[in-house]
């Protein structure tokens, strides 16, 4: 089991970034993944988690009304559009997954994470 986010970068405040999950070693669809970050002398949270049982999907408080989470199964991806990016988003970002297909037993695989930068 592999994932590998990427999509990181240094965006203006107000911008809008799609961050990628590529996973291989099993099959996207079946399990719940979930984006997490962890910014420069903080504690990781989670961002974002959606559950291949039902599609409920969970967001932080900062997340909600910005980001959103989509799937490509053909190419085994999940994708985290993040809009009106915020200098708070900074942060190193990650992708995971659960063995289970519900968000609420918590993640068993990551992935390296990718960087990003909000700042004017």
């Known amino acids: 089991v592999q994932l590998q986010a990427s999509g990181g970068g240094l965006m203006q405040p107000g911008g809008s970034l799609r961050l990628s999950c590529a996973a291989s070693?099993?099959?996207?669809?079946?399990?719940?993944i979930g984006w997490f970050r962890q910014a420069p002398g903080k504690e990781r949270e989670g961002v974002l988690c959606i559950s291949s049982s039902d599609s409920a999907t969970y967001l932080s408080d900062s997340a909600k009304g910005r980001f959103t989470i989509a799937r490509d199964n053909a190419k085994n991806t999940e994708y985290l559009q993040m809009n009106r990016l915020r200098p708070e988003d900074t942060a190193v970002y990650y992708c995971?997954?659960?063995?289970?297909?519900?968000?609420?037993?918590?993640?068993?695989?990551w992935g390296k994470g990718t960087l990003v930068t909000v700042s004017s």
């Open positions: 995971a997954t659960s063995v289970s297909d519900s968000c609420r037993f918590g993640m068993d695989y």
């Open positions: 070693g099993f099959t996207l669809d079946y399990h719940a």
